[in-house]
């Protein structure tokens, strides 16, 4: 019985070490991405694409609301 705690701090520190060590991994993959996506930023892999796409998205969302807020106003002057 008295031995009971123990067996349990073991249990703890086991799941404690292999939980930190599957942090470990995952933050060595992590840091990995980002390694390749700030050599990709860097490279400027597809910036302009994207930036173009942006632009396009944004003015065609500016039209939309645009053309939505025309239609309120027709309505509240009726």
Not at 8 to 28: C, F, K, M, P
Not at 30 to 58: F, I, K, M, N, P
């Amino acid at each position: 019985m008295a031995i009971d705690w123990l067996e349990q701090l073991e249990d703890r520190v086991r799941e404690a070490s292999e939980r930190l060590r599957d942090l470990r991994q995952e933050n060595g993959t992590l840091q990995e991405r980002v390694r390749e996506l700030e050599e990709q930023l860097a490279q400027g892999d597809g910036t302009r694409q994207d930036s173009e796409e942006w632009s396009r998205e944004r003015e065609e969302i500016r039209g939309r609301v645009e053309s939505l807020a025309r239609h309120l106003e027709g309505l509240l002057e009726e």
